[in-house]
């Protein structure tokens, strides 16, 4: 960031942010110390680093990461997916529906991307639309840019080192897991090349992508879009046509949920991880609670979200419930609930978890590495809490089936 210091007298004082680096190291006009710039030269290195981690960590989301989206009130406001085409079967349609034509690039840590997958799992699409699952700690875009800062999902490399996070503490972290893979397509580093690729203005590099491999574009990076067009359109192709997920007779009511459970619930614990004033954290706070409540209550009376069938508002919810407890009562400060100290929510997500094919999306390791590795801005140090190993719980039988209503 820094390429050049005036020549002038300075005061650096950096023990406060890096006593790991260079302690405490100051200029004073008036002490014995005085030295001018040029007789320096040996520390301007060491110290050009350090103050680019400086500048990390005083700008906090502006650098550390790309979801820098704050009010002036001190409160996260996500901006909107700018990728909104649709794969429909109409004549005159840029992106018909075709077996092996799309591809999702996706996130085990991402609660919207995981929307994609566990929706491309219960309709049976995994032979039509190929999935490159990247990983899950964020690293810098543009490692040899010392003036870009941004941070994001990258692919599998397994020529690369084990790394630490982005201001170089924590790990080492692994650059490839089994699961994860590169980019075959674009043979691209990172979600921001894909981006990049196609042509994108936009700026935000986010999962879930939609890719078309035939005209090597983006259709979509909105999620609520994305699994509508996974329950809809592939239906000649999935394993599973008959499972709708969105039928016509609810669409009111799953309109209605996501209203209210959407900027509470699912964007509600961002907005109490990101606020960065008391009050934005205090009025985020109060309205996830009154929202779990609130699901809690609904649930308690009957199987789904929406009555006695389960849909697409029902997978937007335990994508976020799931992580509650292992991140974000711990890592978003939501500590005034908790899935696993509410029997309804807890057998809720029981049932979800081992429908078909659901339990192969979930990846809570890689989920909590994201979660506390990717923003030193929150956890410096990347310290992976342990956690009560909630996804065991989920392995035992739920009681939704005192609800006779139809089920996936």
């Known amino acids: 960031m820094i390429s050049k210091l005036p020549r002038l007298y300075l005061v650096f004082t950096l023990r406060t942010f890096i006593p790991r680096r260079i302690g405490a190291f100051t200029i004073s006009r008036n002490s014995m110390t005085v030295q001018k710039l040029t007789a320096m030269e040996e520390a301007l290195p060491?110290?050009?680093?350090?103050?680019?981690?400086?500048?990390n960590e005083?700008?906090?989301l502006a650098f550390i990461y790309p979801l820098a989206e704050m009010g002036e009130d001190g409160s996260f406001k996500r901006r909107e997916?700018?990728?909104r085409n649709w794969v429909s079967s109409a004549d005159d349609a840029k992106f018909p529906p075709e077996k092996d034509r799309y591809h999702l690039y996706v996130a085990y840590a991402c609660p919207w991307a995981h929307r994609t997958m566990i929706t491309r799992a219960i309709k049976g699409l995994q032979d039509v639309i190929s999935v490159t699952i990247v990983m899950p700690v964020w690293q810098r875009t543009k490692p040899n840019d010392p003036s870009d800062h941004h941070t994001g999902w990258t692919f599998a490399d397994p020529d690369s080192k084990p790394f630490a996070n982005s201001?170089?503490?924590?790990?080492?972290?692994?650059?490839?897991?089994?699961e994860n893979a590169p980019d075959h397509f674009l043979h691209a580093k990172n979600i921001r090349e894909v981006y990049e690729k196609v042509g994108d203005k936009d700026g935000k590099y986010t999962v879930p992508v939609l890719f078309d491999k035939k005209l090597r574009t983006i259709v979509s990076n909105e999620s609520s879009e994305i699994i509508q067009m996974l329950n809809s359109e592939f239906n000649d192709f999935a394993s599973f046509p008959e499972v709708d997920?969105?039928?016509?007779?609810?669409?009111?009511?799953?309109?209605?949920?996501?209203?209210?459970?959407?900027?509470s619930i699912n964007n509600g614990v961002y907005r109490c991880g990101f606020a960065k004033s008391q009050q934005a954290y205090d009025k985020a706070i109060e309205d996830?609670?009154?929202?779990?409540d609130r699901v809690e209550e609904i649930l308690s009376k009957q199987r789904f979200i929406t009555g006695d069938t389960f849909t697409l508002s029902d997978i937007r919810l335990f994508v976020t419930l799931l992580r509650f407890d292992e991140v974000y009562v711990v890592y978003f400060k939501t500590n005034t609930r908790a899935v696993a100290n509410s029997t309804v929510l807890l057998n809720y997500c029981r049932e979800i978890y081992q429908m078909n094919g659901v339990a192969s999306t979930v990846n809570m390791a890689q989920i909590k590495e994201h979660y506390y590795c990717s923003h030193p801005d929150l956890?410096?140090?990347?310290?992976?809490?342990?956690?009560t190993d909630f996804e065991n719980l989920l392995n035992e039988p739920h009681d939704r089936d005192r609800f006779f209503g139809p089920q996936v």
């Open 46 to 55: 060491l110290a050009r680093t350090a103050l680019d981690g400086i500048v």
């Open 58 to 60: 005083v700008m906090g």
């Open 81 to 83: 997916a700018s990728w």
């Open 167 to 178: 201001i170089g503490l924590g790990g080492p972290f692994s650059p490839t897991y089994p």
């Open 245 to 263: 997920l969105a039928p016509d007779h609810l669409q009111e009511s799953m309109d209605e949920v996501d209203s209210w459970i959407y900027p």
């Open 288 to 292: 996830l609670t009154s929202a779990f």
């Open 379 to 387: 956890n410096k140090f990347s310290i992976i809490p342990k956690g």
